[in-house]
């Protein structure tokens, strides 16, 4: 992202961008970063900041890294739905008993599984790789109960 700063003369002219830098999502995906920027004929008249990796960005992410982790691997009876809405704030959906909320004003992820009638699992953090792993440890949980169900005679 780049902030200009007016000085009577428009705003802040890039001719050149370095290449973009990548990082990976629990060595499975990579997400871009933003390109920094220069000038190299004249002194820039910006501030070049970091692009924030916002948490809806992340969950859009996992959400796409967990879709292809699943693929041709779920039964059509029961699937995962994997899908993102806005409710007002942003949610994965997983399946019928679970999703994670990313609640912007607090930067927070909020996670939640009905593990049973009077039973529901809650996690609340801005660690996005503790995130990760509690929502990988559930699909896989929830493939390994499908396949087992599928080999059962």
Do not use: N
Request: charged letters at 25%.
């Amino acid at each position: 992202m780049m902030r200009a700063f007016d000085d009577g003369c428009g705003a802040a002219d890039v001719t050149r961008t370095d290449p973009v830098a990548q990082v990976s999502i629990r060595g499975s995906a990579e997400l871009p970063l933003a390109p920094v920027a220069a000038d190299l004929r004249e002194e820039p008249r910006g501030e070049v900041v970091a692009f924030p990796l916002h948490g809806e960005a992340l969950l859009v992410k996992l959400a796409d890294v967990l879709r292809r982790y699943v693929a041709g691997r779920e039964p059509a009876g029961d699937p995962l739905w994997l899908t993102i809405s806005r409710c007002p704030w942003v949610r994965l959906s997983i399946d019928e008993m679970a999703h994670v909320d990313y609640l912007s004003e607090v930067e927070t992820f909020h996670a939640a599984i009905e593990a049973g009638p009077d039973t529901k699992v809650i996690l609340k953090t801005t660690d996005f790789d503790a995130l990760a792993s509690f929502v990988t440890q559930y699909v896989d949980e929830r493939l390994r109960d499908r396949t087992s169900v599928e080999a059962a005679p």
